[in-house]
């Protein structure tokens, strides 16, 4: 009788070497949760609450943003203005867009360490992200303003978490709740909801209250976070990773419902989105994304019939 060849110790331990390397980057890109998302969703009926990121369409991509040396960080959406907002951290400055990704106005920061995040609050109200320092930042901004100077705005710094640059790196507000979310990049990923912050009552005492929710941070099958966008139609998050090539849709639960893929090939894309930085979102829900270096892309979702 022929007996059947042991394998080989050497090609086993190879074997298993590959395998737990595998399963390694597996579990750090979060790819099994990613993958068995994408699978339930296969049998889920659609819900009829989500925003439906993974129906968006690119309609510009990569449009070089001219006139600018320095890289964009983040983007928010002003509805009163009709533009969009920016920042530079090397040499800071906050930078108005238009709806097509042009350069209609800049502003200089004074005193501003590391900003990374920009959010509208209200009418020429705007909340600046310091991500070194952990600083929140109010700021006013009116039609001739030039410049801003961090040590006369209103401030505080919440110095949680703090490990080395993987700090603040996304804002997103919540107008009728009156939350602030801030997204902490990694090591730990975390959102955090921030109460208190702006003060819009001088005559109430100021007291500000951060809280956060584990159970949702640790559902979110990314790497990082670069961005978030509040959605105030659904009450929904957006929140945007780099190194994962995704947006990712939160219900008002911090359940994941829909994504948004970044990669070449997807969403329309001739090639993969280099490095997002910021999300937003106008009012009648079209997705305008900057990434390094300085590249502007729109998202639309086809009209249903």
Request: aromatic letters at 10%; hydrophobic letters at 40%; zero cysteines.
């Amino acid at each position: 009788m022929r007996r059947f060849a042991r394998p080989k110790p050497l090609m086993f331990i190879v074997t298993m070497i590959a395998l737990i390397v595998l399963l390694a980057v597996g579990q750090y890109g979060r790819l099994f949760e990613r993958g068995w998302f994408n699978l339930h969703r296969l049998w889920q009926p659609v819900n009829d609450q989500s925003i439906g990121l993974d129906r968006y369409q690119v309609v510009l991509e990569g449009q070089v943003i001219e006139g600018l040396t320095d890289d964009v960080s983040a983007l928010t959406y002003d509805p009163v203005r009709k533009s969009l907002f920016t920042v530079t951290n090397k040499h800071s400055e906050l930078i108005e867009l238009s709806l097509d990704g042009k350069i209609l106005r800049r502003i200089a920061l004074v005193g501003f360490g590391d900003p990374e995040a920009v959010e509208f609050i209200s009418a020429d109200t705007y909340v600046i992200a310091d991500e070194y320092q952990q600083r929140l930042i109010k700021v006013h901004l009116e039609r001739d303003t030039t410049f801003l100077d961090a040590a006369e705005a209103e401030q505080i710094t919440l110095g949680v978490h703090s490990s080395g640059n993987k700090g603040f790196e996304g804002l997103a507000y919540d107008s009728v709740g009156k939350r602030l979310f801030v997204a902490k990049e990694r090591d730990p990923m975390l959102i955090y909801e921030v109460h208190g912050f702006p003060h819009f009552n001088p005559e109430k005492s100021y007291a500000v209250h951060v809280i956060n929710n584990p159970k949702r941070d640790a559902g979110m099958f990314v790497r990082d976070l670069s961005s978030l966008q509040y959605d105030e139609r659904s009450g929904h998050l957006m929140a945007l990773s780099d190194e994962s090539r995704l947006i990712l849709e939160l219900d008002v639960d911090g359940r994941p419902l829909s994504t948004l893929s970044l990669s070449k090939g997807s969403q329309g894309l001739q090639k993969a989105v280099p490095q997002a930085e910021g999300i937003a979102m106008d009012d009648d829900g079209t997705m305008y994304l900057v990434s390094e270096p300085n590249l502007f892309y729109i998202f639309k979702k086809p009209a249903q019939n």
